[in-house]
């Protein structure tokens, strides 16, 4: 099982970006989340959706801003992100593989390589 990232790079404050997830089909049936880890931080949840696109759970500090979504057609996760901000730098993560919407990374089994996102002020 696997899942790939793409859609990173680098915007403006105040702009926005989307990433994208690719998953293979083992793994269709669970929750898939997005985390991040900005340089000498621990990694942190950011959004989570359940395998029908239900149940969209996200931190606080992205509430409002950040958008997840699942195509079970193409087996795609997407993370549309607005309103960027500087703290919003860092490498993001796809994950799957937990049975709920967990907010700790400890309970998702498969997780991609990353994609970074820098947003300059």
């Known amino acids: 099982a696997h899942v790939v990232e793409s859609g990173g790079g680098l915007v403006q404050a105040g702009g926005s970006l989307r990433l994208s997830c690719a998953a293979s089909a083992q793994i269709f049936r669970t929750y898939r989340a997005w985390f991040r880890q900005a340089p000498g931080k621990e990694r942190e949840f950011v959004a989570a959706v359940s395998w029908t696109g239900s149940n969209p759970t996200y931190a606080d500090s992205v509430k409002g801003r950040f958008s997840i979504s699942r195509d079970n057609g193409k087996n795609t996760t997407s993370l549309q992100m607005s309103s960027l901000n500087p703290e919003d730098t860092g490498v993001y993560y796809c994950?799957?593989?937990?049975?709920?919407?967990?907010?700790?990374?400890?309970?998702?089994?498969?997780w991609g390589r990353g994609t970074q996102v820098t947003v300059s002020s």
């Open positions: 994950a799957a593989g937990a049975p709920a919407p967990y907010r700790d990374f400890r309970y998702y089994t498969v």
